[in-house]
């Protein structure tokens, strides 16, 4: 909604029809007594039917509420989820400081943190209730690196997930660390504006090297670290939701088995027939499959136009158009080349690929020309069309993006992303309006041209997901009957497929949460309340930093967050109240022939004020800033800096603005709680359903959302 940002703070009502069980679990790890967080259905996982388990490695900030919600949610789908304690039971974890100490102690000795992992595995499966043979391990943040450092040392639990893994070579243990093969199936999940390309390379080469079977899923549009924590600044929805998803399809490959590939036969159920059509002087000739009983003029079905790979339209697309069908659309397999035109050997299929990708108008015309044709069915709504392309059809969905398509999204499949095969973003300068879905192997598409896609779709501010998939998936993996095929890829691409097609036709689905006082199917009680307000104060202000590498700075993991952990110790706020906006600029330290320039680090700071508090008012914080100073925030900031071990880098706060404070007022909106619940108690055991709009914000506030959080409590 443009010019609002919605907050949602749910709680839910105990309905008494739960099965699920929840306690805290102690247990050791050498002399460290640490204190996990079981759930589990107790009427369905029992000693004589025993559930697969699901570890939650927690992220930088301890194993609390997140983690057993995320233990839950586990549950929700069957499984045993337990939270695990990688801290251990009392260990700080109450400010930036103590989160940087234990996450650092533990990076920076793998052996200890695989040695914690190790002593929750060993709880889970002391369970009777647990089938030892069925666990994973899934982890956030800090603990995605956990997940990557336990397959790369070769552990041996069925599957590990991460989202936002620190993956970079500082973070993590490297290949050189184990010579052995990674016997785990791995899926992370990562914001473009998180981890590195280069970081992203690296891990798949490692992965390549050791034969481990592999997929990464990158998010944009400016997805970046911590893109799945609930109440967090940097929250994305669609990458949340989407990431979820993956990852119920990747449990079930793991506890139950790669599900059957999805084919399209001919069946008596759907009309199929070839369509006539031109574009231009050329005549061509689709493919239209739907379920007449079901598409009608007067109940209009979404319709998906399958591009062609580039031995022409045939057999393969035809069946792709089918299984669109089966899913309930209209599928049409287009005929890019034209009816007649030679496509029987190698040397037709150079030549009429070439002329389209030599030719983007051409190719483009054609395109839209299939499009135009499936429009004019009166059973087709006009306003719910996507279009899939594999091979060089792949290149067309590109290039459609690129060019400025306005289909709800374009999927590809073993895309040809070159430089050389598709249209560059310098070729069109408006928005990417179309939702882009690319699967492509590591063994066709570069890291080198994916990060230049990447880039591209930044700059246009698309939405996009690109998953590559690995070990060794090469061009044309989703070819039945090609020597390339990849069973799993094309498996996991196609279940993609169909949720995003989902996603296009019928709207993001709300993102899955587990309550507390859920029911077993993760759904809360409906509760209301009347509207209300809430006063939110913040103060504001800007400093430069001077950096020898703005780029280096801003990218370092943990940089940012030091800045903000700097301002929250001069001004004694909670670090969760701080929220830090840095852009690059350079300056000359002096002129003449000594001149050396700097780059310096432009900041911007948002500070919420604990409403309520005795202490910390706006006075105190803008006083707390002015006090500090250029030299006092220099060695607070350093202070954070060296505390998440950038001890390399020099960073000087050259100038601070006088600080300024503002007030605005949250209106709370009458809600019934469904399948998005935040778990919480008042003071006084209550529940409530709370909905915060801020109305008239040009930025999210999810900082604002965390402060009140913890301290807001309604009882009637």
């Known amino acids: ?92 974890a109450e400010s930036m400081t103590d989160w940087m100490a234990a996450s650092g102690m533990h990076r920076g000795n793998p052996d200890l943190y695989m040695a914690k992992i190790n002593a929750a595995l060993d709880k889970v499966k002391s369970y009777d209730f647990v089938d030892m043979s069925k666990v994973a391990v899934i982890g956030y943040c800090f603990g995605g690196t956990g997940i990557v450092n336990m397959a790369i040392l070769g552990s041996d639990v069925l599957g590990v997930v991460g989202y936002h893994s620190g993956i970079q070579n500082t973070s993590r243990v490297m290949r050189s660390s184990s010579s052995g093969p990674i016997k785990t199936k791995i899926l992370l999940h990562s914001g ?13 080469e490692e992965f390549e090297a050791a034969n481990a079977t592999y997929e990464i899923q990158r998010f944009g549009l400016g997805v970046m670290h911590g893109f799945t924590d609930f109440l967090g600044r940097a929250y994305d929805k669609r990458a949340d939701v989407r990431s979820w998803a993956s990852t119920e399809r990747f449990l079930k490959e793991l506890f139950l088995g790669m599900p059957d590939v999805v084919r399209g036969p001919e069946s008596a159920s ?60 209209v599928g049409f397999a287009a005929d890019i080349y034209g009816f007649g035109t030679p496509a029987e050997s190698m040397t037709d299929w150079m030549a009429a690929s070439g002329m389209h990708r030599g030719n983007p108008d051409l190719y483009m015309a054609k395109i839209n020309a299939a499009l135009d044709k499936v429009k004019s069915y009166d059973f087709v709504d006009m306003s719910k069309v996507a279009v899939i392309g594999y091979c060089f059809g792949g ?16 999927v590809g499949y073993h895309s ?16 990417i309006k179309t939702k882009i879905l690319l699967h492509s192997g590591v063994r066709d598409d570069t890291a080198t041209d994916v990060a230049v896609l990447e880039e591209e779709f930044e700059a246009a501010n698309a939405t996009y997901e690109i998953q590559r998939f690995g070990p060794k998936v090469m061009h044309g993996f989703t070819e039945w009957s090609g020597r390339s095929y990849d069973k799993r ?65 801003t990218e370092r993991e943990g940089a940012v967050g ?94 601070i603005s006088t600080p300024t404070a503002s007030t605005f007022v949250a209106t709370t909106t009458t809600v019934s ?44």
């Open 192 to 204: 473009v504006r998180d981890d590195k390309a280069t970081d992203v390379a690296v891990l798949e």
């Open 1 to 92: 909604m443009s010019g609002k940002r919605l907050l949602l703070l749910l709680f839910g009502t105990a309905n008494g029809a739960c099965n699920m069980k929840t306690s805290l679990q102690n247990y050791t790890s050498n002399t460290t007594t640490c204190q996990g967080y079981l759930a589990y259905d107790e009427t369905k996982c029992t000693a004589s039917s025993k559930c697969p388990a699901v570890v939650v490695i927690q992220d930088w900030n301890g194993m609390n509420d997140y983690e057993k919600e995320r233990a839950r949610m586990l549950a929700n789908l069957g499984y045993v989820g337990f939270a695990a304690d990688i801290y251990g039971f009392g260990t700080p």
């Open 416 to 431: 040809g992303i070159q430089n050389t095969s598709r249209v560059m973003r310098s070729n069109s300068s408006g928005p």
């Open 270 to 329: 759907l009309n199929a027939s070839l369509q006539n059509y031109t574009s231009n002087t050329t005549t061509c000739q689709g493919y239209l499959a739907y379920n007449h009983t079901k598409c009608t003029a007067s109940s209009k079905c979404p319709a998906v136009v399958v591009i062609q790979d580039w031995n022409g339209m045939n057999d393969y697309e035809k069946e792709r158009a089918r299984m669109l069908a089966n899913l309930g659309y």
């Open 489 to 553: 890829a094309d498996v996991r691409s196609w279940g993609s497929t169909e949720f995003f097609l989902h996603e296009l036709f019928l709207g993001m689905p709300d993102a899955v949460r587990a309550p507390e006082d859920s029911n077993c199917s993760g759904v809360a009680a409906a509760t209301t309340m009347a509207p209300g307000s809430v006063t939110v104060t913040k103060v504001k202000g800007t400093m430069a930093l001077d950096v020898p590498s703005c780029k280096a700075f």
């Open 562 to 655: 030091a800045v903000a952990a700097g301002i929250a110790n001069a001004t004694g706020v909670d670090v969760k109240s701080v929220e830090v906006t840095l852009t690059c600029s350079r300056r000359l330290t002096s002129e003449g022939v000594f001149a050396r320039r700097l780059e310096e680090v432009n900041g911007a700071y948002e500070i919420t004020v604990p409403e309520g508090s005795a202490t910390i008012t706006a006075d105190s914080v803008s006083s707390a800033i002015t006090t500090a100073g250029s030299d006092g925030l220099t060695t607070k900031i350093a202070a954070a800096m060296t505390a998440v071990g950038i001890t390399d880098i020099v960073v000087k706060v050259n100038s």
């Open 395 to 410: 290149t067309g969905i590109v290039n459609m993006a690129i060019l400025g398509s306005d289909v709800l999204g374009v």
């Open 673 to 716: 709680t469904t399948n998005a619940a935040a778990s919480a108690t008042t003071a006084g055991g209550t529940k409530a359903a709370v909905a915060i709009s801020f109305a008239d914000r040009p930025r999210t506030v999810m900082s604002a959302m965390a402060a009140i959080a913890g301290v807001w409590a309604i009882a009637k």
